[in-house]
Nanobody, 118 residues
Framework: QVQLVESGGGLVQAGGSLRLSCVASVSIIRLNAMAWYRQAPGKQRELVATITSSVTGISPTYADSVKGRFTISRDNAKNTVYLQMDSLKPEDTDVYYC?????????WGQGTQVTVSS
């Protein structure tokens, strides 16, 4: 079983930045891929960014809506994945969730609220 704990959300003005963190309860070296999703009330959860293990040589991927503004990264020593969010827009307001798939099961964090004021 994997526990994921997100932090770093908050209220920021448009154009500002936030960095989200997700700490996993297992060594993330074991995790082939980790991802950030977001969800607004009444809407489907949206994939924001994905990062794979560095040994794959696969570059991170991003939703078109955040390309050039968000950066996903991982620190294997800290079992942490980050989402650096720059040039934030009001439409980025959502609850952001960390996600991993491990040994055939899906795991989600509790979510962290990001609110961008105009």
């Amino acid at each position: 079983q994997v526990q994921l704990v997100e932090s770093g959300g908050g209220l920021v003005q448009a154009g500002g930045s936030l960095r989200l963190s997700c700490v996993a309860s297992v060594s993330i070296i074991r995790l082939n891929a980790m991802a950030w999703y977001r969800q607004a009330p009444g809407k489907q959860r949206e994939l924001v960014a994905t990062i794979t293990s560095s040994v794959t040589g696969i570059s991170p991927t991003y939703a078109d809506s955040v390309k050039g503004r968000f950066t996903i990264s991982r620190d294997n020593a800290k079992n942490t994945v980050y989402l650096q969010m720059d040039s934030l827009k009001p439409e980025d307001t959502d609850v952001y969730y960390c996600y991993v798939r491990y040994l055939g099961a899906n795991y989600w964090g509790q979510g962290t609220q990001v609110t961008v004021s105009s």
